[in-house]
């Protein structure tokens, strides 16, 4: 038997076998297992790229044939290989047949083109038919590059719907040789020095009468375009109307720049030859001492008439021409205004919406493309980022080697918002004509004729 004391140490034998036992057959806290398992990484997910569809199918386009001209030998080759699946159908009208047709189109509710183009004079009665599609969440990004007066006749209770093409910068382009010939300096600055205010224009149109004998520049009587009077308002930033929606073609503003045009008929020294016509191109192509058609010293007109001197109205007379400021309304005035330009739009209608959207932005939006566009045919651009481009910077042979780009550049970033365009533009300026037309033909005052015209436009358009 054990006593009491022995079986106590037995048992405490016992304890401490076994703590011992246990402590050499487990791993220490603070060390690894020895066949620990490798750790798995969870297998890494990738995404499939997402694939964009080109757009496909038939695009109908409405353009004049001038338009579709630029665009084959510019920016179309590039288009059509980036879209192999778009089918372009051209059809041909002018710029005013254009809007007539889309309007009667979206009127009778079939029958529009996938995309247009149409001058921007014609834009704004489109837009009021609420016939157009919506264009601005994909104008947006765009946007700040567009010149806002144009984009201004795209948009209707805050939304967009056209993209502006090009612009009409309105200069003055002269004749360094009769400049010359009158004793007058010829280089652009003093030109435009010369012509400072449509006062000094008649001063120095006097100073060639008087030392050459040859007129300043055409301006008709009976079939007056009123493009010198839509001049002298837009630079003013007004019109025929305002912000209000109120006619104002009768505003005394108006009267003023109707007599101050009547100032160069009375002084004789302008041609009555009416604008695109032919005596009106052999003037401003005729040699001095050409007797049958004397030449002409001055045409104050948008910068996209540089192309045309160049190519068919002017062509012998290369080295001959500049180009100057126009004419301010008053001493330090704005010395920018616009004539024509046009804008792409996307009838409301379209059956290809996709190939409609992916042409502007190639064509159109895309810088190296519009620039491309511009060289080709001095259609000068509404996309301001084109400015910058090296070729703004070239000497223009034509020209005299002048740099005309990087003045028509600075005229259109001047351009204020006129009231010339806009839903009734068309009407307007119809009446406008023929107000300044009774008024050159002596059978009514400018009063008279202007008040005459506007009480039509009321008439007309329903505008008070």
């Not at 699946?85 to 002018?94: C, T």
């Not at 010829?186 to 008087?210: F, G």
């Not at 109120?246 to 009416?274: H, N, P, Q």
Request: glycine share 8%.
């Amino acid at each position: 038997m054990y006593g009491k004391n022995n079986l106590m140490k037995i048992f405490m034998l016992i304890i401490v076998f076994s703590m011992v036992l246990s402590a050499c057959g487990s791993p220490k806290p603070t060390e690894a297992p020895a066949t620990a398992a490798p750790v798995t990484q969870a297998p890494v997910v990738t995404e499939a790229p997402v694939v964009v569809e080109k757009p496909s199918g038939k695009l109908v386009i409405w353009v004049q044939q001038a338009n579709q001209d630029v665009w084959t030998n510019t920016a179309l080759p590039g288009f059509q290989a980036e879209y192999p699946d778009v089918q372009i159908e051209f059809v041909n009208y002018s710029p005013s047949e254009v809007a007539n047709q889309v309007g009667l189109a979206i009127q009778g509710g079939t029958g529009v083109p996938d995309l247009a183009v149409t001058e921007t004079r014609s834009i704004g009665a489109l837009v009021a038919l609420s016939g157009l599609t919506d264009l601005t969440s994909f104008i947006e990004p765009y946007k700040a590059d567009l010149n806002a007066t144009a984009l201004g006749y795209c948009t209707m209770d805050g939304k967009i719907y056209c993209a502006p093409w090009d612009i009409g910068p309105v200069v003055t382009f002269y004749r360094r040789d009769i400049f010359t010939a009158a004793g007058l300096a010829s280089d652009p600055d003093s030109v435009s020095a010369l012509v400072a205010t449509y006062e000094d224009y008649l001063a120095t149109c006097k100073t060639i009468k008087e030392k050459t004998g040859l007129n300043c520049f055409a301006q008709n009587k009976a079939n007056n375009y009123g493009w010198m009077l839509e001049n002298m308002l837009w630079q003013q930033g007004l019109g025929y109307y305002d912000a209000s929606g109120k006619v104002t073609m009768d505003a005394r503003y108006v009267v003023e720049a109707v007599k101050k045009i009547g100032t160069f008929w009375e002084a004789g020294v302008v041609s009555d030859s009416l604008e695109w016509t032919d005596p009106w191109y052999a003037e401003m192509n005729a040699a001095i001492g050409n007797t049958d058609t004397p030449p002409v010293a001055t045409v104050v007109i948008a910068a996209w008439m540089g192309n045309f001197l160049k190519t068919f109205i002017a062509a012998d007379q290369a080295g001959n021409w500049g180009v100057a400021l126009m004419p301010a309304h008053t001493a330090g005035g704005v010395r920018a205004s616009n004539q024509g330009g046009s804008t792409y739009f996307i009838p409301a209608g379209s059956q290809n919406p996709d190939a409609a959207k992916a042409f502007i932005e190639f064509v159109n939006l895309d810088t190296a493309n519009q620039v491309a566009q511009f060289v080709y045919s001095d259609y000068f651009p509404a996309n301001k980022a084109t400015y910058s481009d090296p070729v703004f910077q070239e000497p223009d042979p034509y020209f005299g080697s002048q740099v005309t780009r990087a003045l028509f550049a600075d005229v259109a970033n001047n351009i204020p918002f006129g009231y010339i365009y806009g839903q009734y533009a068309v009407t307007m300026s119809n009446n406008g004509a023929r107000a300044l037309q009774n008024y050159a033909l002596g059978t009514m005052t400018a009063e008279a004729a202007l008040k005459d015209a506007a009480d039509a436009v009321r008439l007309e358009t329903g505008m008070p």
